[in-house]
Nanobody, 120 residues
Framework: QVQLVESGGDLVQPGGSLRLSCAASGRIFSVYTMAWYRQAPGKQRELVAAVTGGGSTNYADSVKGRFTISKDNAKNTVYLQMNSPKPEDTAVYYC??????????????WGQGTQVTVSS
């Protein structure tokens, strides 16, 4: 079994900073891509940022220049550094991993979500 555990969600003021973490654990052979999605009330889940096993990244236009995704391969952990957040960044943030398990089964996994609220 594979588990993704997120942490770091909190109430943050506009213009502040916050860092989310997501650790993948279990029978993992290799990780293809790890990503952060978010879902605000009444809206569809959307991709925020993603990082491949090789380190390539991509971002939603709305967060470019403000958010940074990074990873620690040794720990199978991905981070999302959120700088200068805006009220419209308020959402539940979900970690996602596309990976190969130790029995060579490729699948996509989700974390339980962590709430980020941007408000003064």
């Amino acid at each position: 079994q594979v588990q993704l555990v997120e942490s770091g969600g909190d109430l943050v003021q506009p213009g502040g900073s916050l860092r989310l973490s997501c650790a993948a654990s279990g029978r993992i052979f290799s990780v293809y891509t790890m990503a952060w999605y978010r879902q605000a009330p009444g809206k569809q889940r959307e991709l925020v940022a993603a990082v491949t096993g090789g380190g390539s990244t991509n971002y939603a236009d709305s967060v470019k220049g403000r958010f940074t995704i990074s990873k620690d391969n040794a720990k199978n952990t991905v981070y999302l550094q959120m700088n200068s957040p805006k009220p419209e960044d308020t959402a539940v943030y979900y970690c996602n991993a596309d990976l190969l398990t130790s029995n060579f089964y490729r699948n996509e996994y989700w974390g339980q979500g962590t709430q980020v609220t941007v408000s003064s």
